[in-house]
Antibody
């Protein structure tokens, strides 16, 4: 069974760094793109970027390039999303998702989400 | 890339049909047949409901259907049920990237 288990909620201060994780299981980690999606409080979904763990090919949304770093560790089948200096506007729920069953264009398995709260 | 435009809310009584529109441009919805729809209940992760404009993933009830005409995709829920009350987002693949819609709250009266 495909599962994505994300790390727990984080409370941080502006300016701090953070790395959240998405542990994948139940499929061949290196064969499928994993994406990250942001949902700010009370707002809609925003695609942040994708990574192909096999060769760490990464595609960022222009809105997020330079603001976050996406990475993956094949040895522990885990994808990451990190910030070097958080802002209050980074407060949001972050989801990882994998393109698995229905072709290369759709995310059909999702993590439970990681809530990041940044205080100023 | 701007978000695709959806109505803020739609509503209907149990058993009725509702349709949600998703309007984009020639560069996204109009240029690709890779439109999907996601359902999100409060506090839950999104769930894929429609892909390739019209196809339903395994397990999704056939009362959910999708279509597209020009720059506008649509999701129709026929025979509305109380559990269909949720937020719905369209999404278009745009050449190595994605753009989501603004989201629509479906209320079952």
């Amino acid at each position: 069974e495909v599962q994505l288990v994300q790390s727990g909620a984080e409370v941080k201060k502006a300016g701090e760094s953070l790395k959240i994780s998405c542990k994948a299981s139940g499929y061949t980690f290196t064969s499928n793109w994993i994406g990250w999606v942001r949902q700010m409080p009370g707002k809609g979904l925003e695609w942040m970027g994708n990574i192909y763990p096999s060769d760490s090919d990464i595609r960022y949304s222009p809105s997020f390039e330079g603001q976050v770093t996406i990475s993956a560790d094949k040895s522990i089948t885990t994808a990451y999303l990190q910030w070097s200096s958080l802002k209050a506007s980074d407060t949001a729920m972050y989801y990882c998702a994998v393109r698995y069953t229905y072709g290369p264009y759709y995310f059909d398995y999702w993590g439970q989400g990681t809530l990041v709260t940044v205080s100023s | 890339q701007s978000a695709l435009t959806q109505p803020r809310s739609v509503s209907g009584s149990p058993g009725q049909s509702v349709t949600i529109s998703c309007t984009g441009t020639r560069s996204d919805v109009g240029g690709y047949n890779y439109v999907s729809w996601y359902q999100q209940h409060p506090g839950k992760a999104p769930k894929l409901m429609i892909y390739d404009v019209t196809k339903r993933p395994s397990g999704v009830p056939d009362r959910f259907s999708g279509s597209k005409s020009g720059y506008t995709a649509s999701l129709t829920i026929s025979g509305l049920q109380t559990e269909d009350e949720a937020d719905y987002y369209c999404c278009s693949y745009v050449g190595y990237s994605y753009v989501f819609g603004t989201g629509t709250k479906v209320t079952v009266l």
